[in-house]
């Protein structure tokens, strides 16, 4: 069932699925919390959109390597590189 689909049968906002989709990835340790009323949804939100953005960050950023250059500069989320002079040899 998609986003849409899950708010009108819901009868609530697409955009409240949403959170509810992301804390379910994320943080879904506190969906019983949430269920109970002990914490909303919206603040186990924040903590799931922080991890969400920390696993983006820690994922790591694949090259195409058969168009590396020398002196090519990459660009990464935590910075970037530049491609040094290599040889490559045919076997």
């Known amino acids: 069932m998609d986003g849409r689909a899950a708010a009108k049968e819901a009868g609530v906002d697409q955009g409240y699925i949403a959170l509810a989709f992301l804390v ?3 943080a879904k340790e506190f969906i019983p919390d949430i269920e109970s009323g002990e914490k909303t949804l919206s603040d186990c939100y924040e903590l799931a959109a922080q991890r969400k953005k920390q696993a983006q960050l820690d994922k790591p950023v694949k ?10 500069i ?6 970037t590189l530049r491609t040094a002079e290599a040889r490559h040899t045919r076997s």
């Open 24 to 26: 379910l990835e994320y």
């Open 63 to 72: 090259a195409n390597l058969t168009n590396l250059r020398p002196g090519k």
């Open 74 to 79: 990459l660009s990464y989320p935590t910075g």
